[in-house]
């Protein structure tokens, strides 16, 4: 039976991004690119043909958020995630910022987009019972980001 090459062969994710199959070694391993250069391995061919691959630098929370290639792996019923939400919308959410105005103007760090580059800072900095704050180390803060936050005790 003859070998198929499926390289070069270009499809639509559901997300609208074209793809391209750059490497096949079978049908439950192949490499793909994105336009924007970002590849993805070990990939299977029937998702990739129907679409069912996501682009990890796709902006898909609030159009600012994304999850970011790496080891944390977003769960709605952690800490990490949730707080990495959490702070997103106090900056981006349209409705969050008319409940409350005073994070008008409030920016999150690009670096902190990526959820894997946020989660790895959590990890790092976070102590159980503890709430993210920008505002003690830099009076007047407006930027969410390594330099300025920090973990603090709910009653502060």
């Known amino acids: 039976m003859k ?10 994710t559901n997300q609208g991004y074209t793809i391209e199959i750059i490497g096949y070694i079978n049908a ?3 490499t793909i690119r994105f336009e924007s250069g970002l590849i993805l391995y070990n990939l299977i061919y029937c998702n ?7 682009n990890l630098h796709h ?11 790496g080891k944390y792996t977003p769960n709605f019923k952690k800490k990490t995630y949730h707080t990495w939400t ?11 910022l008319i409940k409350n105005p005073s994070y008008r103007d409030c920016k999150v760090v690009e ?35 390594p330099e300025t936050c920090c973990f603090v005790p709910s009653k502060i």
Do not use: P
């Open 111 to 145: 670096e902190w987009h990526n959820f894997q580059n946020f989660a790895k800072w959590f990890d790092l900095n976070y102590k159980k019972g503890y709430q993210l704050d920008k505002d003690i180390l830099v009076k007047g803060n407006k930027v969410y980001s």
């Open 3 to 12: 070998k198929l090459n499926r390289v070069g062969e270009k499809y639509i």
């Open 59 to 69: 902006k898909s929370y609030l159009n600012v958020g994304y999850l970011g290639i």
């Open 86 to 96: 959490d702070m997103l919308k106090r900056c981006y959410s349209k409705d969050q």
């Open 28 to 30: 439950t391993n192949c």
């Open 48 to 54: 990739i043909k129907r679409g069912r691959v996501l």
